[in-house]
Antibody, heavy 126, light 107 residues
């Protein structure tokens, strides 16, 4: 059974940093790209970042580019999201999601999300 | 970036009704579209991928269609468990954008 368990959320002041983790089990972690998707309170879903199975390719939404860093440790079956220079508008539930490949083109692969964690809440406020 | 627009934003329906939700892309995304269901306080659940492929374990009353820029999610006979918010997502290119959601409410 696929399980994704996020941790690391909490209350942080504007300008602060936080690192989210997502522990994965039930599948061969290194074989799959993974993503972070967030949802602000009462709002819709927003894709944040993705990383290939090897970790060699990463992708970011413009809203977080230069502030957030996605990474993974395949030996620990764990996905990370390092969030720096946090803003009030980053307040959201952050979900990690397992990617299922749709197609590849031009050296990039594009996926949808077949398993999701339960989410971890990040609140940016003074 | 590709913009995804869902309509309607809210839909009131009764058990047994046929329900259709539309998702439009700002440019062609071929068939690279997924649909998700989300209930309050829960993570989204994959329903449909590649516009019309039903995810394993999802009831057959859910179906998807379309290609290019216009897509639909249809629930053939609405059940009590189907009252939720539905999102489309394009995975034709980065950023992989979602529609704003359609809330299906009890009439």
């Amino acid at each position: 059974e696929v399980q994704l368990l996020e941790s690391g959320g909490g209350l942080v002041q504007p300008g602060g940093s936080l690192r989210l983790s997502c522990a994965a089990s039930g599948f061969t972690f290194s074989s799959y790209a993974m993503s972070w998707v967030r949802q602000a309170p009462g709002k819709g879903l927003e894709w944040v970042s993705a990383i290939s199975g090897s970790g060699g390719s990463t992708y970011y939404a413009d809203s977080v580019k230069g502030r957030f860093t996605i990474s993974r440790d395949n030996s620990k079956n764990t996905l990370y999201l390092q969030m720096n220079s946090l803003r009030a508008e980053d307040t959201a539930v952050y979900y990690c999601a397992k990617d299922r490949r749709g197609y590849c083109s031009g050296g990039s692969c594009y996926s949808f999300f077949d398993y999701w964690g339960q989410g971890t809440l990040v609140t940016v406020s003074s | 970036d590709i913009q995804m627009t869902q309509s309607p934003s809210t839909l009131s329906a009764s058990v047994g009704d046929r329900v259709t939700i539309t998702c439009r892309a700002s440019q062609s995304i071929s068939s690279w579209l997924a649909w998700y269901q989300q209930k309050p306080g829960k993570a989204p659940k994959l329903l449909i991928y590649k516009a019309s492929s039903l995810e394993s374990g999802v009831p057959s009353r859910f179906s998807g269609s379309g290609s290019g820029t216009e897509f639909t999610l249809t629930i053939s006979s609405l059940q009590p468990d189907d009252f939720a918010t539905y999102y489309c997502q394009q995975y034709n290119s980065y950023p992989e954008t979602f529609g704003q959601g359609t809330k299906v409410e009890i009439k």
